[in-house]
Each structure stands twice: as C-alpha cells, then as structure tokens.
C-alpha cells in the first residue's frame, strides 16, 4: 500500500503544480477585469460579486472516501466542525465530496444537502460542475450568502494543512495590471460574465486536487511508518522468542546436568 500511494501520489502532484499557473493567471484576468472595466453602477449585473451581509452559509467538504490516512481525517473533520458550529456564526449547509465527511457529519446530524462519492483520482472539471452549480444556483438565489470549501492543502509530502477558503461571493484579487492593453470581445463585462463561474470551478478544482494530492501523501506515510512500526514490533518479538528459548535450553540443560550428578551420588 505504501508503494500504491507513492505512485499515485506522485501523479496528483503533477496535476496540483501543473493547474496552479492556469489558476494563478485566471484570478490576475478576474482581478483586471473586475476592478478596471467594471465600476460600482455594473456590479449589480454580476450576482456572483455582490457582497451581502452573512446569514446563512454553505460549505463544500472535501475528504477522502477511505481511511488509513493517519490522523489527515479527523483533521479536516475537527476543522470543519469548528468552522460550521463555532467560526461561522450562522445556519449552514453541506455539500460533501468524500464518504468519511459525509458520515461524520449525517453522525452528528448536520445539514447535508448533497453528497458526492467514489470520484477517483482522475477528477475533472466536468466531474464537479454538478456540485459548483448546486453552490452558485443557492448562492445567486439568495438562500446562502457566503460558499466556503474545507479541504486539506497540500504543502509537501509530510505537511497537508486543512483549510477554508471562501469562494463566493468572489472577492475581487489583488493582482492586476497584466491583461489592462488587452481588447476584449464581445466586451470586457461579457467576458467576465462568463469568466465568473469558471473562476468558482477552477477554485474548487484547484482544492479538490490539493485534496487528492494530501490525501495519497499521507496515506504513503501512514503505511510507511506501519511498516517501520511492524519490523520493529517483529524484532522485538523476536528477540523475546529468541530470549524465552534460550532460558528453556538452560533450564533443560541444568535439569541433565543435576540428573547426572545425581547418578554418580
């Protein structure tokens, strides 16, 4: 198990660095085209920008749909439990990826509104438009007001951090200024129109892979150090076998070596 998920981790790592520059450079584009070609009056015309007070939320959940991932599970869960009933500070729905998320929280009778299981490692985006458009479709309708994911990032091999991104509304990014001489058709506002929700599926994606990557990486270690755990545990067995006979052949040796003396008595 431990090879199986060194190679497999290592082909989700490739995806995770290889989609973060497309990401990178379509949230600099977002940024240019929010901030310069759209202004306060347009805004209204882009649901998926407007910022509203907070009172009801969503959370998509990512976790993995097996265990012996060491303690990579109950972090994400912990974090996630911490955010829905204390940091949030409102009603919150769930939508989850994963069946370890999806039990805890049906468990411990939280609002699941969706639940999305057995994807695999080879996820697309087509894969998870289902899921984005159920968040967009209750966030554009007004039933929540803020979409966050929960997720375990992946930092390296021995290090995944669970996290909560907000990903609606979209804040707009910093970045900006690389794509301001570029001309846009039909218009820069239509271009951003239907950028948007490419932005939301390109976030989620992005998180769904660190995900993946998090998950085979601490699937490896947690096998690896059962490995280290089990020689050590053989060894030390035996050595106490070993010990255990060593004490029957002395004592089997005495008992010949008193019988003798006693015969020549």
């Known amino acids: 198990m431990e090879m199986v998920s060194a190679s497999k981790m290592r082909r989700a790592q490739q995806r995770v660095l290889a989609s973060r520059p497309y990401a990178e450079r379509l949230e600099a584009m977002i940024g240019d085209l929010s ?26 959940l990512m976790t993995p749909d097996r265990g012996l991932t ?29 069946k370890k998320g999806r039990d805890f929280m049906v468990r411990t009778r939280q609002n699941v509104i969706a639940e999305y299981s057995g994807l695999g490692d080879a996820v697309s985006l087509d894969n998870l438009r289902p899921i984005v458009q159920i968040a967009i479709d209750d966030f554009v309708s007004g039933k929540v007001d803020a979409v966050y994911v929960v997720y375990a990032r992946f930092i390296n091999t021995l290090t995944q951090v669970p996290e909560v991104r907000q990903i609606l509304p979209i804040t707009r990014p910093e970045s900006a200024g690389a794509y301001t001489d570029y001309i846009f ?18 976030q989620v994606y992005q998180a769904l892979l660190d995900a993946i990557a998090s998950e085979h990486s601490a699937r490896m270690v947690a096998m690896r ?12 067995l035996t050595l106490t076998l070993n010990k255990a006979r060593q004490a029957q052949i002395t004592r089997e040796v005495s008992e010949i070596a008193a019988g003798a003396e006693a015969l020549k008595g």
Not at 45 to 52: A, D, I
Not at 70 to 98: C, D, H, W
Request: glycine share 2%.
């Open 35 to 60: 901030a310069i070609h759209v202004d306060s009056d347009q805004e209204a015309s882009f649901p998926l920008l407007e910022q509203r007070e907070v009172r009801n939320s969503a959370v998509i």
């Open 225 to 236: 150090n059962a490995s280290e755990n089990a020689k050590d545990l053989v060894h030390d």
């Open 185 to 202: 058709e039909p218009s820069p506002a239509d271009v951003l129109q239907s950028l948007l929700p490419r932005y939301v599926e390109v």
């Open 70 to 98: 060491g303690p990579l599970i109950s972090n994400i869960v912990r974090r996630a439990s911490r955010f829905v009933l204390s940091e949030a500070n409102t009603p919150v729905e769930l939508l989850t990826i994963g």
